[in-house]
């Protein structure tokens, strides 16, 4: 079964980092996408950042605006996601998905797995 399970949440001030990671267990296929959502509390779930691996799709939410970077590393299986100059706009619970590719990365309908999801809370 393929599992997915995200960490690296907590609190920080506005202005911080944070690095949230995913650590994803039998995946098998190779045409694929992978993406970090967030959803905040009273709000619907957003996609933050999602790539695909058969055309090399990419997709950056527009408050990402470049504060934020999706990385991974293939020999660990581990997806992450590097956050900077954080805004308390931010806070949010965090997941990290997968699915088998499909046209458009940012919709939470395509995909079929998800990590457990893992709070960011940016407050002073």
């Known amino acids: 079964d393929v599992q997915l399970q995200a960490s690296g949440g907590g609190l920080v001030q506005p202005g911080g980092s944070l690095r949230l990671s995913c650590a994803i267990s039998?995946?098998?296929?190779?045409?694929?996408?992978i993406a970090w959502f967030r959803q905040a509390p009273g709000k619907g779930r957003e996609a933050v950042l999602c790539a695909g691996s058969y055309d090399g799709q990419l997709y950056s939410a527009p408050f990402v605006k470049g504060r934020f970077t999706m990385s991974d590393d293939n020999a660990k299986n581990i997806l992450y996601l590097q956050m900077n100059n954080l805004k308390p706009e931010d806070t949010a619970t965090y997941y990290c998905a997968l699915a088998s590719a499909k046209d458009e990365c940012q919709n939470d309908y395509d995909y079929d797995y998800w990590g457990q999801g893992t709070l960011v809370t940016v407050s002073s």
């Open positions: 039998g995946f098998t296929f190779d045409s694929h996408m």
